[in-house]
């Protein structure tokens, strides 16, 4: 989300609300409504905010000829694909059901599913902190920032907007 400033940034919980056991979440691929809109023709589903390093894990859903803008990880991403065909712009490789990839911090890369895929790409994402969008990326100038709770507030209005109960997101703050 375009962020021009940054303030002291909470999970929203009360203090020693934040759980510490283990959980487990039940995904849904098929029910659009729990698919979160993140950019055109990408949407997310979460499984945890990780208000500890500020990183957060995700299903990402995007839809032939979507593209996530440029932006760059300070820090270091795990990713698995479990359908359709995805790749970087910045890289030679296509990730398809079953790619694992690993990303280095310092990696700034812009996703695109092409527009000839067959089908949309869902793909786990593990991201272990904050990341910034620009408008390039090579010497890119920074234009917006996501993190764990930036995530999470996005995923929070669009339950709210939706009338599904936020406390299955809380269950996923660690
Ligand atoms: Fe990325």
């Known amino acids: 989300m375009p ?3 940054f303030n002291f940034f ?7 609300k934040r759980q510490l056991n283990e959980y487990t979440v039940d995904t ?5 409504r729990r698919w979160i809109p993140f950019a055109d ?5 979460p499984c945890q905010f990780n208000a500890s390093n500020g990183g957060f894990v995700v299903l990402l859903k995007a839809n032939p000829g979507a593209q996530i803008p440029p932006h760059y990880h300070a820090t270091s991403v795990i990713g698995y694909t479990l359908r359709g065909t995805w790749r970087y712009l910045e890289h ?11 990303e280095p911090a310092g990696e700034a890369h812009t996703l695109v599913v092409d527009a000839d895929a067959t089908e949309p790409m869902i793909t786990l994402f593990i991201v272990s902190g904050g990341f910034i969008y620009l408008n390039n990326a ?8 996501d993190d764990g709770f930036t995530i ?10 939706i009338g599904l109960d936020t406390a299955f997101l809380d ?4």
Do not use: C, N
């Open 138 to 145: 090579v010497e890119g100038q920074m234009i917006a920032y």
């Open 152 to 161: 999470l507030e996005i995923a929070r209005t669009h339950y709210k907007s």
């Open 3 to 5: 962020i021009q400033t």
């Open 171 to 174: 269950r996923m703050i660690r």
């Open 92 to 102: 030679d490789w296509i990730a398809k059901a079953g790619t694992f990839i690993y």
């Open 41 to 45: 023709g990408a949407w997310f589903q």
């Open 10 to 16: 909470t999970d929203g919980l009360q203090p020693g």
């Open 28 to 32: 849904d691929l098929d029910d659009d």
